[in-house]
């Protein structure tokens, strides 16, 4: 038995419970899988709760549910969100005695947690290894110990290695300060974006509104050098004009742009008017970032009939938006260069040169891109999971992302007055990805109350459409969906429903019938 081990059953004793806080997710279900042994609560109608929260039973339900039965659970961003709020659900009511997670827990949340055990206080930090966490954060997970709401006391407990280990704790995280906040303004992609919004909605009118505007905000008075200040927003306002999403406009502004030196100095003193163009407005009533705005035009506008949906994934994985996207591992590097020659002709994005800074973010989109392009050609969630490292929860997640891109993407091609083609060939993407399917049961899919399993079940038993829908009699129908659905779905087809006979046998027909 761990000191990890050791402290959470002694916790348990104390009939108290407890938060284990751990680095990883794949560390997370290995300590709470580790600490159920140790038990012996039987909670087999949680087990059973658990299993039916997901869409299907893969291999992270099933051990979840393995150790909820035992009182023990782990949580973090690969589980849907019916297992998080079963999970903190009943930790609340005391079924849970421990909850072994991620520091994103330690984010708003109170729990009925006596103590709190860190396992580290040391994070990977990518080309520079292993890292202290700031101090804020660390004050974040231990803040979830002893909330008053719930308990008169509690505990904080940080595992150290040795003595050495333990010194560097207490001076680096119990006697040390708190980080200073800084404003998230100054970063590019909120800076530009907030910039778009504000002309867009009017607030922002001309270049003296602008820089007032800004000059009363946080960001300027934690900067002070106000100067490097208009410098930035004048960098951010020219991108802007050049992506074509505002349009600046002075009185004597010249259309060409052209201006005699005698007057340069003229020209600069004007009150430069600002406003949004038609796309700009879209744009930022997308809470699109401008710079993917117009990565997602520059692909659209390559678009042509060389290209297909993997082309559009690619398009929408090249964003920051998707972000974090699925990390390729070392030994997954001949394999992903293997599926990007392949698919080498597809691309809306170029590969960029072996040497840039942002190549092993562009590989990283090519996974993503795969993950995608396996899901919508009904790849299920183990194989996900084995295949791709990606979790069920975390699948959620990126298709949510993506429909949002894609949406975001058709109607950029709409304002811009693309080909009618175009926007079809997203609109079909977005169905595909939603429901991870392939592109054969986009016409069932318009079924309401049919998805993935039942739109499959049906072109198994050869129905392809809707006309071969309204030729299937309904007990036929029956046996496939279920009687009540399908009656629902002969009403939406306008047809008679009949009386389905009595002891008609449930399941799957024989494929000889058709």
């Not at 390729?328 to 040497?355: G, M």
């Not at 990283?364 to 396996?374: G, M, P, R």
């Not at 990805?433 to 072109?459: F, Q, T, Y």
Request: hydrophobic residues 40%.
């Amino acid at each position: 038995m761990d000191d990890i081990q050791r402290l959470a059953v002694e916790t348990i004793k104390l009939n108290k419970q407890a938060i284990v806080f751990v680095q990883s997710r794949a560390s997370a279900e290995k300590t709470a899988e580790e600490i159920s042994k140790l038990t012996n609560f039987q909670h087999p109608e949680m087990e059973e709760v658990v299993l039916k929260a997901a869409s299907s039973s893969t291999k992270q339900c099933r051990r979840l549910s393995r150790c909820v039965r035992k009182g023990i659970a782990f949580h973090h961003a690969g589980l849907v969100q019916k297992q998080k709020d079963l999970i903190e659900d009943e930790f609340r009511s005391g079924k849970i005695k421990v909850i072994c997670c991620t520091p994103t827990l330690a984010a708003g949340m109170s729990l009925p947690a006596y103590r709190v055990i860190i396992k580290s206080l040391k994070r990977f930090s990518g080309k520079w290894g292993m890292d202290w966490i700031p101090v804020l954060e660390y004050l974040q997970m231990a803040g979830r110990a002893g909330r008053p709401e719930f308990e008169k006391e509690g505990e904080a407990i940080t595992v150290a290695k040795d003595e050495n280990d333990k010194q560097e704790i207490y001076d680096r995280y119990v006697l040390g300060k708190p980080e200073e906040i800084y404003s998230k303004l100054a970063v590019e992609p909120v800076l530009r974006t907030y910039l778009l919004s504000l002309i867009a909605s009017g607030i922002i009118t001309d270049e003296k509104n602008m820089k007032d505007f800004f000059s009363k905000t946080f960001w300027a008075s934690q900067f002070r050098d106000f100067a490097k200040l208009e410098m930035i927003m004048d960098k951010m306002l020219n991108l802007l004009e050049e992506w074509e999403f505002v349009k600046i406009s002075g009185a004597d502004r010249v259309q060409d742009d052209f201006v005699v030196a005698k007057d340069l100095n003229k020209k600069n003193q004007e009150i430069r008017k600002l406003k949004a163009t038609l796309l700009g407005q879209r744009v930022s009533e997308l809470y699109l970032d401008p710079l993917t705005a117009r990565h997602l035009l520059d692909c659209l506008i390559k678009f042509n009939s060389e290209k297909d949906s993997f082309s559009l994934l690619q398009m929408i994985c090249h964003t920051l938006e998707m972000r974090p996207l699925l990390r390729v591992k070392a030994k997954e590097q001949d394999k992903i260069q293997e599926e990007l020659v392949k698919n080498y002709d597809k691309l809306l994005k170029e590969e960029p040169s072996a040497f840039d800074l942002e190549y092993n973010e562009f590989i990283n989109s090519i996974k993503t891109s795969l993950f995608f392009d396996a899901w919508i050609n009904e790849t299920n969630e183990d194989f996900l999971l084995e295949n791709f490292d990606i979790r069920p929860g975390e699948i959620r997640v990126k298709i949510e992302i993506a429909d949002w891109l894609l949406y975001a993407s058709s109607e950029l091609a709409r304002v811009s007055m693309m080909a009618g083609g175009l926007t079809k060939e997203i609109h079909n993407l977005r169905i595909r990805v939603k429901n991870g399917v392939k592109e054969e049961l986009l016409p069932l899919l318009k079924l309401k109350g049919v998805g993935r399993v039942r739109a499959r079940k049906m072109v198994i038993n050869g129905i392809k459409d809707l006309g071969d829908v309204k030729k299937t009699d309904l007990t036929s129908l029956a046996q496939m969906l279920g009687v009540k659905l399908a009656v629902d779905v002969h009403k939406q087809l306008g047809l008679e429903v009949r009386e389905i006979p009595k002891g008609t046998r449930k399941g799957q027909l024989s494929l000889e019938k058709f």
